[in-house]
């Protein structure tokens, strides 16, 4: 009441939901691996709905707080069904180059170095200095100080290393 407007006063814009642009946070040592193009799943939460999506481009923001790049993600909007402002999931494929990786419990991380034992005959393993990528589920990616093809212990390495250090 008693609001007053002009000719050519903007009262209200219609927006094209047909079509929505999802803007998504992507941590910037993975932003590599994300290019334009690529498919997307994107998971509305405690709906059970899902839409297929591509890479739009990645935007030229970082967030220094989170560490995180935008990524545009454009996707049809079917019944819109997504809103402004709604979050959502979204689900990048991600195709990594061949690695050597190492079952995570195969790790013994002390926070100042990380070995993994590796067996030799007579059932003796060495304590083995490793450096390291990746973390994906239960796998470690090794990028350093061991070789394609080396038994490594698995289970009990903190038995294995406790013993070690007892006779150090």
């Given amino acids: 009441p008693g609001q007053r407007f002009e000719p050519g006063d903007e009262l209200y814009v219609v927006a094209d939901l047909r079509a929505v642009w999802i803007v998504a946070d992507v ?6 691996f994300i290019t334009p193009g690529m498919p997307v ?33 454009e996707t049809q909007n079917p019944g819109y069904q997504l809103r402004p ?9 991600v195709a990594l180059p061949e690695t050597l990786t190492v079952p995570s419990a195969a790790l013994v991380d002390s926070g100042r ?21 990746w973390r994906f589920g239960d796998r470690v990616e090794i990028t350093a100080g061991l070789m394609d093809g080396e038994a490594i212990g698995v289970w009990g390495n903190f038995l294995i290393d406790s013993k070690g250090r007892m006779k150090a």
């Fill in 27 to 32: 941590f910037q040592d993975e932003a590599r």
């Fill in 41 to 73: 799943r994107v998971h509305v939460p405690g709906q059970g709905r899902q839409f297929d999506a591509r890479v739009g481009r990645i935007l030229p923001q970082f967030d220094a707080a989170t560490r995180t790049m935008k990524v545009r993600i």
């Fill in 85 to 93: 402002d709604m979050f959502v999931d979204v689900e990048l494929s």
């Fill in 113 to 133: 170095r990380k070995v993994v034992y590796v067996a030799h005959d007579g059932g003796h393993f060495e304590p083995r200095r490793v450096e390291t990528g």
